[in-house]
């Protein structure tokens, strides 16, 4: 948000705001050069739909805020204070071009993984294909809990249970709060269905008769209908290195890999067809 301070709306724009995002104050005058090339930088630098930051502009030609500046020390024109919980944290007086500004900022924004982070929360709802791929790039930035916990969400929602399950194995006893406990549940649930009597009759008959083709493409797509995809492309790709050409082991391989995307098992999947092909 982007406001200009005058006495009425002090107390709320500057004081309470900074309870709960940081407050940069600009100081400016418009009898000041430096300010009109800098004004302008700053809002855009800063914007107005900001949820980490609000911009409160200060005109220092209105002798009722004057003595904002003066209780802070300022010296020149133009300023930035940083204020958070009521109280200023950092100042930078005089004129700055972009750089300067983005370096004054950038404690105060969030960085590159929390920012994926926030997208992939947004997104997961309604494409959490797409949310799995940010997150799988917040987590090469900061492998952290919360991008860990939320790439776990992204899997199940995707029906990857293995890697679910994996993921929620790396979540320490302090992060296991109701979303871990909201994952875990659903996990129990998936896992539950995916364990079917036909997924358990094919398993028996193929340890029966291990040589089986035919049972192998039959009980690999259970397994992907179940969430085990590593499973079931380790067999097709046992069934393709026996006969490239059997039945619709290919076919059934390349659908998978496709339905997973950019996930890194895939990723090491296509590579073992390529080796086979070429």
């Known amino acids: 948000m982007i406001v200009d301070i005058n006495v009425q709306n ?26 009109q090339s800098m004004t302008p930088l700053l809002e ?8 980490h930051i609000d911009l409160a502009k200060v005109d220092v030609a209105d ?12 010296q020149a024109l133009p300023a930035m204070v940083a204020f958070k919980d009521g109280q200023p944290v950092d100042v930078l007086e005089g004129p700055q071009d972009e750089e300067g500004i983005k370096v004054f900022l950038q404690p105060y924004q969030p960085n590159e993984a929390d920012q994926l982070l926030a997208q992939a929360k947004q997104t997961l709802g309604q494409d959490p294909q797409a949310a799995y791929g940010l997150l799988q790039q917040a987590r090469t930035l900061e492998d952290s809990p919360a991008i860990r916990l939320c ?27 109701s979303q871990y406990q909201h994952i875990l549940a659903r996990l129990q649930l998936a896992e539950e269905a995916a364990d079917s009597p036909e997924l358990r009759e094919l398993e028996q008959k193929l340890a ?26 380790q067999l097709l790709i046992e069934v393709l290195q026996q006969d490239l050409a059997f039945g619709e082991a290919k076919k059934r391989f390349l659908d998978m890999l496709t339905t997973m995307g950019a996930d890194p098992v895939a990723s090491r999947y296509r590579r073992k067809l390529y080796s086979m092909l070429y």
């Open 151 to 177: 790439l776990a969400e992204a899997a199940l929602a995707l029906n990857k249970l293995e890697e679910t399950k994996q993921l929620l194995t790396t979540i320490g006893m302090a992060d296991q709060d």
């Open 44 to 51: 855009r630098l800063i914007g107005a739909d900001s949820t």
């Open 208 to 233: 029966a008769t291990p040589d089986s083709l035919e049972l192998k493409e039959e009980l690999a797509v259970l397994y992907f209908q179940a969430g085990r995809q590593e499973e079931a492309l």
């Open 63 to 74: 002798p009722q805020l004057q003595s904002l500046a003066v209780q802070l020390g300022l």
């Open 10 to 35: 002090f107390q709320q724009a500057l004081v309470q705001a900074s309870m709960s995002k940081t407050v940069v104050i600009y100081f400016h005058a418009q009898q000041v050069p430096e300010c």
